[in-house]
């Protein structure tokens, strides 16, 4: 099933993403009141071109992991942490599908990051390995969007990747997923930057909701995102940048300055 948030123009919904998204004929039920739990339909269908798609969840926090892919740490010039790397976004850098990411005039040097991210269906906390997949709603793409003379200026994350706008989420929730060895693809301008598969991820999908939810409690709509892999690299206004993970869709976004 493939859950989206969106807007006809009036105020903001959850729908069922229904049809054949590829050939234009994809439509959006209504549903109602949210989908972290038992929900209906209300009847309404909408085209899919014809609403806004927005963020798929507004979410109380954004917990990522850095230094997830083997590859990613070598290019970083670093060495690969033991235990999963934690730091948070804020929900004010949270935006959705054709959003712009919006760069800050105190940054030379803004990266685009590809990801998958792991919305978060109930809440949990202490989640064992062996049930830590019983807590996902299902599963997204993502952008950690860094700043990244920032991230080497402060020493540690939180600014460099925290500005508003730093965070692109969607175009929907996919909840029929195996996330163990999924397509990542990063395109920069329709040329492909990042290729890789999350079997490559350093600590797993379920690895990773069990260590985040012995630090703090997650709730319905919380993103987890999971790391990003190679190639990873500079934005500039003007330019486009795509994230595709296999089995959900593509999330794009161009880029401005403020």
């Known amino acids: 099933m493939r859950i989206a948030r969106f807007t006809d123009g009036t105020e903001p919904a959850f729908g069922v993403v229904e049809g054949e998204v590829e050939r234009g004929e994809a439509t959006v039920a209504t549903i109602t009141p949210h989908p972290f739990g038992a929900f209906s339909f209300t009847g309404a269908r909408y085209p899919l071109g014809g609403v806004r798609l ?62 998958l991210a792991i919305v978060i269906g109930r809440l949990c906390r202490d989640v064992p390995v062996a049930r830590a997949l019983e807590v996902v709603l299902g599963y997204t793409c993502a952008n950690d969007v860094s700043a990244r003379d920032q991230q080497r200026a402060d ?66 709509g919380d993103l987890l995102l999971t790391g990003t892999p190679a190639g990873v690299g500079p934005m500039s206004p003007g330019q486009t940048v795509a994230v595709t993970l296999e089995g959900i869709g593509t999330l794009t976004n161009p880029v401005t300055s403020r």
């Open 155 to 220: 020493g540690q994350w939180t600014r460099a990747k925290g500005h508003d706008t730093f965070c692109p989420v969607g175009p929907w929730i996919e909840t029929d997923l195996d996330p163990s060895d999924v397509a990542v693809r990063t395109t920069l301008d329709g040329e492909l930057r990042q290729d890789a598969r999350t079997k490559s991820l350093l600590h797993d999908v379920a690895s990773l909701i069990a260590y985040m939810s012995a630090a703090m409690t997650l709730l319905p």
């Open 54 to 115: 927005l963020a798929p969840v507004l979410p109380s926090k954004v917990l990522c992991v850095g230094k997830n892919y083997a590859d990613h740490v070598r290019e970083m010039g670093d060495t690969a942490p033991a235990n999963p790397l934690l730091f948070l976004k804020p929900s004010t850098s949270v935006i959705g599908p054709g959003d712009p990411i919006v760069l800050p005039p105190d940054s030379d040097h803004v990266d685009y990051e590809g990801e």
